[in-house]
């Protein structure tokens, strides 16, 4: 009987198995994941040069305060008002 039970029901390899709709599934949950991952890598180097350019804008700002503070005042000048004759 065990040899009768093999030639009824051969054992296939499971991509064989696969339908086609099996394999469409198995591609498209590749691509969306492909497509997760990259946007992630696409937001943390955007994040990245954010970050950059604020510290750079804030650098900047602190050198102008800094600047504006140095910078002798000057005296405004007084005007004398004059009597009405």
Do not use: G, W, Y
Not at 34 to 61: F, G, I, N, W
């Amino acid at each position: 009987m065990p040899a009768r039970k093999k030639a009824l029901f051969k054992d296939t390899p499971t991509q064989v198995r696969a339908t086609k709709a099996d394999k469409t599934t198995e591609i498209a949950m590749q691509i969306a994941e492909k497509e997760a991952s990259d946007r992630t890598a696409k937001t943390e180097k955007l994040k990245a040069l954010r970050l950059e350019k604020e510290a750079a804008e804030a650098v900047e700002a602190k050198k102008a305060a800094k600047a504006k503070a140095a910078a002798p005042k000057k005296k405004k000048a007084k005007v004398k008002e004059t009597e009405p004759a």
